[in-house]
């Protein structure tokens, strides 16, 4: 039972990072992998904060800001000296590896005696409840990892709610133009330049933000942790998009929580069942790779059927 | 309305695929003006409309559209006063959204966009309103995106959209060139009456002789760079598509001349 409540708490929380990958990735059709240094950045700049006693909606706040500086950079390397996408996101990531350094101090910083997100709801469970153990179920759960699931499940659903409604805005509705047909928004009166600046910003401070809230969870931020991540979110998206379709932008980013919770269910049950965690990422990589042939081989399948009958 | 003075650009310069897209362009356009521009291939004639619109800036020359001096603007800035309609009928519209997304969208050109809600229910009612008059049955289908239609009915929707807000300047760049017969008709009689029902200054690049002819009150011809014909008025409306093919003769042939001559003489004297 903490092992479904921990996959589902992680999986709520990265479902932000999987937003941001949708952002970067399709809407803009821009293989962004800043996200793998923006994810840490958050992470060490609201560890940093944390650690000096700021208010822990402030650190998670400040975590969104950083990653929005870095979304905003990757973006200007690209439009304004016209480096290759994928190239810019790999300039950025890699010099934030430095910067999440510089900010941490150190490669690894604990946060388990600090007062974060996790501790107050942790308080706020144990205050509503009366008791430090509740039973859910049959099971016993802790107060920690109950009130962290909910507001886990909270922030997922809040800042998915948010995303839906901003892309149903004008400036929403230029943004996703600027990626589906550039030609089309500038001569209806939209900077390009300016929409995809604004789009890497928004993406990877939900990214970041992802990664604040990840370190109040996990009760430590690591220099590491960002590492691979990026094939996350991509995972997360193609998952939800083959659970739901993607007809509307709502099923899209529901799709896309899905997604984020199921990968991190399987990959909790494969480590219970015995897998290796060295061998974590190849499965990862293996999945995705699946992931993304099996909607093909169906349509394939299905066409050969209609043709054989 | 619109002020064209002595137009240069060159593309490539000082390589061996330089080209001399516009030297020299003159061209002062009234308002309420429906002109035609035609031209031989390589004339310029597409390299003047993505000019004007600000695709790329011009190397010297300015370009005044309603009072305003334009010439360093970028293209986003222009499309405040510009509406557009390109030969592909893919670029005017954004395939993974729905028309009336699309239509939205065009509602605010060269408006400022902030975090208003962009498909409101009057909005809709006005869509299906002006979509009906397409008669081509799209109202019933406005949720659909645009990937889904056939490139008569986006480049309909396109002119649409270019003339959604009565543009001060309407750009139509060939946009029948790449549709089949029936829907190049369609498109065009649209083109017409959007024209003249809004009285929108044009400016219209065409391949047809027969839309040239019959289409606009004025009628531009291009040749290498430079306008070599401007019929206004009557002459216009007497222009019948094989004056203009035998225009197109009587330039080809003083070309042939002049590079056979310039053969004879080389070998001549060289």
């Known amino acids: 039972m903490l092992l479904l409540i921990g996959a589902f708490t992680i999986g709520l929380i990265l479902a932000l990072l999987a937003f941001g990958v949708f952002i970067s990735f399709r809407i803009f059709a821009f293989p962004d992998i800043t996200a793998d240094g923006s994810i840490t950045l958050g992470g060490a700049v609201a560890g940093v904060l944390l650690a000096a006693h700021v208010h822990p909606a402030l650190a998670t706040a400040a975590a969104f800001g950083a990653g929005t500086l870095a979304g905003a950079t990757t973006g200007i390397l690209h439009t304004r000296f016209k480096i290759n996408g994928l ?46 153990m509740l039973q859910v179920m049959g099971w016993e759960v802790s107060s920690r990892d109950a009130g962290v699931l909910a507001l886990a499940l909270v922030a997922a659903i809040v800042v998915g709610t948010l995303l839906y409604v901003f892309l149903r805005t004008n400036l929403g509705t230029a943004m996703q133009a600027a990626g589906d047909s550039p030609q089309m928004i500038r001569a209806l009166g939209v900077n390009v330049d300016n929409m995809i600046v604004l789009g890497l910003a928004l993406s990877n ?105 | 309305m619109l002020e064209l003075n002595r137009l240069y650009k060159t593309f490539s310069a000082g390589t061996p695929n330089e080209v001399r897209a516009l030297r020299g362009v003159d061209l002062t356009i009234d308002p309420g003006s429906f002109v035609i521009v ?27 559209l309603d009072g305003a001096d334009i010439t360093a603007w970028p293209e986003h800035r222009r499309a ?12 005017g519209t954004a395939p993974s959204m729905s028309i009336a997304e699309n239509l939205a969208l065009a509602a605010r050109r060269g408006r400022p966009r902030g975090l208003g809600w962009a498909l409101t229910r009057s909005m809709r009612g006005e869509f299906r309103d002006r979509v009906r008059r397409l008669n081509m049955r799209l109202e019933e289908r406005l949720d659909n995106p645009i990937g889904s239609l056939s490139g008569g009915q986006r480049q309909a929707l396109t002119l649409l959209m270019a003339s959604w807000l009565k543009p001060k300047l309407l ?84 070309e042939q001349l002049d590079e056979s001559a310039a053969e004879m003489l080389r070998r001549l004297y060289v």
Do not use: C
């Open chain 1, 87 to 132: 190239l810019s996101g790999i300039l950025v990531m890699t010099a934030l590896y430095s910067v999440n350094l510089h900010i941490m101090g150190k490669s690894n910083l604990p946060l388990m005696s600090e007062r974060t997100l996790a501790s107050m709801a942790d308080t706020a469970i144990h205050g509503w409840t009366g008791r430090a």
């Open chain 1, 205 to 309: 401070g939900l990214i970041a933000m992802s990664g604040g809230l990840l370190v109040q969870y996990q009760g430590f931020a690591d220099v590491q942790m960002g590492i691979g991540m990026v094939v996350w979110g991509l995972a997360s998206i193609i998952i939800g998009e083959a659970l739901v379709g993607v007809r509307d932008i709502g099923f899209v980013i529901t799709g896309a929580v899905m997604g984020s919770v199921l990968f991190r269910l399987i990959v909790a049950v494969a480590l219970r069942g015995g897998l290796d965690p060295n061998d974590l990422k190849l499965v990862t990589a293996l999945f995705v790779f699946i992931a993304l042939v099996l909607p093909t081989l169906v349509t394939r399948m299905k066409r050969k059927a209609i043709v054989t009958t």
């Open chain 2, 38 to 64: 035609i031209g031989t291939n390589g004339s310029g004639k597409s390299t003047l409309l993505n000019a004007v619109a600000g695709g790329f800036l011009v190397d010297s020359g300015t370009i005044r």
């Open chain 2, 80 to 91: 405040a006063l510009i509406g557009r309609v390109f030969q592909n009928p893919f670029s």
């Open chain 2, 171 to 254: 750009l139509l760049d060939e946009h029948t060139a790449a549709l089949d017969p029936k829907s190049a008709d369609q498109v065009i009689r649209l083109s017409d009456d959007i024209v003249r029902g809004d009285k929108l200054t044009t400016l219209m690049v065409t391949h047809s002789m027969q839309q040239a002819a019959q289409m606009g009150d004025r009628l531009v011809m291009m040749h290498r760079g430079a306008v070599i014909h401007d019929f206004h008025g009557a002459e216009k409306q007497r222009l019948r598509a094989d004056d203009l093919l035998n225009r197109f003769e009587e330039v080809r042939r003083a």
